[in-house]
């Protein structure tokens, strides 16, 4: 019996390392897919905020997020953003709220990175997306 479960084994070891090989090879070219959907166009942002670094995050265990690190250029900055994705034709795919935390934004020096997040379109309706709009929601 125990020269039948090694056999099994030793059948299976080429997939394993296969599977592994194909994992490690390709893991970065996966890991950056969520980067060629587009993003907005942070002008309206660039009087408060030096925005460094913005990604999708699709990590399947909840809503998909938008997240945007940027360093405030002032003490009094907006802590709300309308932000809207649309499709070729204009229209509206998801509206959203990016959001920079009050209690984070009170404490964040002048300079200093801080994150925001919205919530964003499912990873299965981003290919339709086509335009990205920011613009700043008044308090």
Do not use: C
């Not at 020269?3 to 296969?18: D, E, G, L």
């Not at 709220?97 to 200093?112: P, R, S």
């Amino acid at each position: 019996m125990t020269n039948r479960s090694n056999k099994s084994w030793h059948s299976f070891m080429p997939v394993t390392i296969a599977t592994l090989f194909v994992l490690i090879a390709f893991g970065p070219v996966f890991a950056q897919k969520a980067d060629k959907y587009p993003k907005p166009d942070f002008s309206p942002m660039a009087e408060y905020f030096d925005v460094v670094e913005s990604e999708y995050e699709f990590d399947g265990s909840g809503e998909p997020l938008f997240v945007v690190v940027a360093k405030k250029k002032k003490a009094n900055v907006p802590r709300w953003w309308t932000i809207v994705w649309r499709d070729a034709s204009g229209v509206k795919i998801t509206k959203s709220t990016l959001m920079f935390d009050f209690a984070d934004l009170q404490k964040t020096e002048i300079g200093e990175p801080i994150r925001g997040s919205a919530y964003a379109p499912y990873k299965r309706d981003m290919p339709k997306v086509k335009s990205v709009v920011l613009t700043e929601k008044i308090d």
